[in-house]
């Protein structure tokens, strides 16, 4: 089967700037996830999507962060305006069932230099 | 909450030796654990996983991994180190009652010399 596909693989930007990634999960995978991985640290949960629906935010900034998953399929990550901290990669995943019961597949990931 | 520790941030051994890469884990409830491993500008790749079955886990690659309840751990082995066993590895629990999402310890980074 065909992976979880993420583009673009790399964006450099200036602070202040804004800037999209995509995420198409597997194929009927209900579940969506966005992680972020600041260098040297494991990734962190940004949002989990349940179909189209967002089943948890908590650690998403709000005021600069935003993401959709319009049709419960493809989603985007937004940041605007980017600071300098949100240098990282950012990891998309999906899973079949609700809980990861399914396995979770990650994508390559989009390294995303602000500078 | 859940929680991992990785114990190591960074573990060095010489090829054909053995690996140990220490986790322990906290967990309300019974936990999935599982070990992925990242090379360098690659993506995460699932090593194994614990779902409440056998308390030893046979991954890929040769690596092995033994839930412990009593010790909280969950410590990811190999008999003999490979070169290409050079990686960053991440012990993960998944946390059920919250949909699902995984939270990702530090990381320890392995270094095998030759």
């Known amino acids: 089967e065909a992976g979880v596909a993420q583009s673009p693989r790399y964006k450099i930007i200036e602070k202040r700037q804004s800037v999209a990634f995509w995420c198409n999960p597997i194929s009927g995978h209900a579940t969506l996830y966005w992680y972020q991985q600041i260098l040297g640290q494991g990734p962190k949960l940004l949002i989990q999507?349940?179909?189209?629906?967002?089943?948890?935010d908590s650690q998403l900034p709000k005021d600069r962060f935003s993401a959709e998953r319009l049709k419960g399929v493809d989603s985007t990550l937004k940041i605007q305006p980017a600071k300098l901290e949100d240098s990282a990669v950012y990891l998309c995943a999906s899973s079949s069932l609700t809980g990861g019961a399914g396995g979770y597949t990650f994508g390559s990931g989009t390294r995303l230099t602000v500078v | 909450a859940q929680s991992v520790t990785q114990l190591d941030s960074h573990v060095s051994v010489s090829e054909g030796t053995p690996v140990l890469l220490r986790c322990n884990y906290s967990?309300?409830?019974?936990?999935?654990l599982f070990w992925y491993v990242q090379h360098p500008n690659k993506g995460l790749q699932l090593l194994l996983k614990?779902?409440?079955?056998?308390?030893l886990v046979k991954g890929i690659n040769g690596f092995e991994a033994e839930f412990k309840k009593s010790e909280t751990s969950f410590h990811l082995t190999k008999p003999s180190a490979h070169m290409s066993d050079a990686a960053e590895y991440f012990c993960?629990?998944?946390?059920?009652?919250?949909?699902?999402?995984?939270?990702f310890g530090q990381g320890t980074e392995l270094s095998v010399k030759p």
């Open positions: 999507f349940q179909n189209n629906g967002v089943v948890d």
């Open positions: 993960v629990v998944s946390v059920w009652n919250q949909g699902g999402k995984l939270i």
């Open positions: 614990y779902t409440s079955a056998a308390t």
């Open positions: 967990s309300s409830y019974s936990p999935s």
